[in-house]
C-alpha cells in the first residue's frame, strides 16, 4: 500500500519523466515492494527524502563522434547517469547496445544503487553506456569508438569519484581501450575502472564474480529452505558474461543446466551442458555461436524461442530487462518452477514479478543476486589503491560470503520475502545517509 506521500511523489515522477518506461518501472518495483510506511517518520517526509533518493544527482549526455574502417565519421550518444554518491563514490557499469536510452540507463543506475546498498560495502550508485552496436564492427572500430567515449567521460570519473566498469558488449578487451585513453589523457595509473586485465590492475575474479555470485545466492537461498543444488534443473537465458558463468558454477555445484539463449534463439538440452562444453562456450572471446554449437555437439537449436517453455526446478534469466513475461511466468509456473533467481538487471517484468509473487514460487531480485560482480569490483579499488593484489581463490572465498551476508541481509526484516527485505534493507541504508548528511 502506497502512502499518500509515495503516492504524491510516484505521480510527480510518472508526470515529469512521462515516456521513460524502464525508469518507471524500476521506482513502481522499489516503491511498491519495500516497507517504506516503516520509514514514515517526519524527517523522511519533510525533508522529501523518497523523491531525492529517486532522483539522479546528475544526467550527462554526450555525442561520440569516431571514424570507420572506410574513414567516414560516425556519431552515436553517450550518456553516464551518477545516480547517488552518498555512500561511496559513484559505480556501475557501462553498457554499448542499440537498446540503450537514457531511460534505460537511469534505471539501471537507481538498481546500482540500491544493490550497492545492499551489499553494506561502501559504493555509490551509477551506469553509462552508449547505443552504440559493437555487432559487425572490427576490432579497430571498437577501440576507436571507446576512445572516443573516453575522451569525453574521462572529466566526469576518478578513483574517488566515479567508476565505471563493464556490462553488456562491454568486456575485458573494451575496458582496456577505455583505461588505456583514459591514462594517456590524464598520464595517471589509477583504479578508476574496474574490470581490467590481470596484466594492469585487474581482479582475478571480476570476470567470474557476478555468474559465480548469482549460484552463491542461490546456494544459500536453497540451504535456507532445507534444500541443495544437487540434481536441480535449471534454464539459464543469456550466452554472456553472466550467464556463462552462472552454468559453469551451477555444473561445478552439481546441477543440470538445460538451457542458454541470445538474441537469436534458444539452446536445448535434457541431459544438461557439461564441464568441457562449457570450457569451449567459455573461449568464445565474444557471446559465442549457440547455434553452431549446437549443430556441433547434437543439441537442440530452437530458433527464435527462449528458455522458459522448458520445465525446469530454477530459472535463472541473465540476458537483458524484461525479457520474461507475464506469459513466460505462467509457462513456469504451470510447469512447476520453484525458484528464480535474477542475474540480469530487471529482467522480470511487473506483471511476471506478480505472478511468481501470486505463487509458491521462491522469487529473488536482481539487486541481491546479481551483487557479487559489483562487490569484487570494490575488491579491485581495493588492490589498486593499495597496490597489492590477491589470489583467485581467495577473492572466490570473499565474493562467496559477501553473497551469503547480501542473502542474509535480504531475511533481516523477518518478512522471508526477498524482494521486500532487499529493497527495505537498501532503503534503509540510504534514508538514513540522506537525511544525516542533511539537505
Ligand atoms: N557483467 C556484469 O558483471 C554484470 C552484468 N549484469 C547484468 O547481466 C545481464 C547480462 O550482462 P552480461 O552477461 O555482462 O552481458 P554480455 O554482453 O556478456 O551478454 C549478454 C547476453 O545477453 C544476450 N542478450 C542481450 N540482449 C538481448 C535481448 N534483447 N534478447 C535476447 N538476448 C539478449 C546476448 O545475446 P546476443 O549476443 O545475441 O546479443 C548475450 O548472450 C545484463 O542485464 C547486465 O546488466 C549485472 C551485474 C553485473
Ligand atoms: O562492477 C561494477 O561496478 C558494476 C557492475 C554492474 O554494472 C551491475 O552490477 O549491474
Redesign the pocket.
Known sequence: MRSKYAKQVVEKLKHNYEGEQEYLQAIEELVDYSQLERSLNERFVGDNVLERLLLPDRVISFKVPWVDDDGNVQVNQGWRVQHSNLIGPYKG?L?F?P?VTESVLKF?ALEQTFKNALTGLSIGGAKGGSNFDPKGKSEREIMRFCQAFMDELFRHIGPNTDVP?????V?TREIGFLFGRFRRLQNQFTGVITGKDTEFGGSPARIE??GYGVLFFAERALQTQGSSLQDKTICI???????LHAAQKAIALGAKVLTL????GCLHTDKGLNESQLEQLLQAQH?PNLEAFANEHNLNWQQDKKPWQIACDIAIP????N?LTGDDAIQLIENKVQWIFE???M?CDAEAIKCFRESRVTFAP?KAV?AG??AVSLFEMGQNASFSSHSFEELEQRLKETMYEIHDNCLSDGSNDYLQGANSFAFNRLVQARILQGI
Not at 537465458?237 to 550467464?243: D, E, P
Not at 541473465?318 to 530487462?321: F, V
Request: net charge neutral; charged share 10%; glycine share 18%.
Open positions: 557499469g553498457r547496445h537498446t539501471l566498469a563493464g556490462d553488456i558488449n568486456g564474480s557476478t537465458s543469456g550466452a554472456g558474461n553472466v550467464a539463449s541470445n538474441s537469436k557471446s541473465c540476458a537483458t530487462q525479457e542475474g540480469a538487471n529482467p536482481a546479481n560482480g559489483v
